[in-house]
């Protein structure tokens, strides 16, 4: 994950920069433009074999040691101005997020109304039959799988505090379906564009959360898991207890 990567993405969706992501990225560029020329690394050893006085040797010396210094700290200050990009952008999600999510929710609209063709539907026999609008969005589920998740990668990577790891509750990732433990199951296939169909099929319900709501509903699903995992101890340790008493 980079500021590059981010702003290429972006960009690939169309969204304009923020003014606070524009200011940051300024300042990078600003940085990178001003990285420290290069100095000949033998300078000293010519410079001695040319019999130069020590008065010549010393400011040599001098200048690789300050040189050396000045392109580490460049290098720390370009890090730091890219993760100031990557942080501004997460910083602005509340104006970014509304276009991902309206981009995701037409990408999830198009792929239910390919999931409701049919599956024993072919391109040719929507073709055959007059049926242009379905006939073009059977060819097009490649591409709009893929729209789908370079809007979910660009949620999880750049406006998600601590990755997809930070939506998730016990292992439980609610952020693409509202039900993941039935999505494993039945939300399967070859290519992302037949597992979300597959899934949708099945009717599950394909979503775009926040991270926030993504969280809340993996935390709700994880507590319902825990509840009957309680309940069913309960159970078998009732059980064992009349066994033991009978």
Known sequence: MSARDALTALKARGIEEPPAVRQAVATLRRVESAQPAEIDQQAIRKAILAGADQDELDGLLLADLGAQRMKSEWQQARTDAAGAVLAAIRDASAAIFPVLREQAEEAIAKLRDIAAIGPSETL?????????????????AQTIAAELDAAYRFRDQFLTRGGPVGMSVNG???SRWRDPVEAARLARGPSAAESYISGLRSHLELWYPTPAEAKAAA?????AAA???EAKRKREHGVGSFVAFS
């Open 124 to 140: 040719d026999r929507l073709i055959r039959a007059g049926r242009t609008d379905e006939a073009k969005l059977l060819a097009d």
């Open 172 to 174: 439980i990732d609610a």
């Open 219 to 223: 935390q709700l699903l994880a507590d």
């Open 227 to 229: 509840a009957e995992a």
